[in-house]
């Protein structure tokens, strides 16, 4: 599965707050279990665990994850 990398222009904004991510410390997260489609981007890890949790985004994924398991 590939993918290619490219910065966000310097205006691109927050996927939960709207916030400029440059203003801030960004991150990026892409989800490759569905053709790693385009990327979205989250202006701190705040923003980033409130999507998750209020889209309920964690439900039966890796909190259930066991290394024994392939």
Known sequence: ???TR???SAD???AHCGS?????DP???RDCDDDCGS????CN???LTTYVDENDLTAG???EWSPERS
């Open 39 to 42: 990327p979205t981007y989250f």
């Open 1 to 3: 599965m590939s993918t």
């Open 12 to 14: 691109e904004t927050c």
């Open 20 to 24: 400029r991510i440059f203003e801030h």
């Open 45 to 47: 890890y705040a923003c």
């Open 27 to 29: 991150i990026c997260v």
């Open 61 to 63: 994924d890796a909190c």
């Open 6 to 8: 490219s910065t966000p």
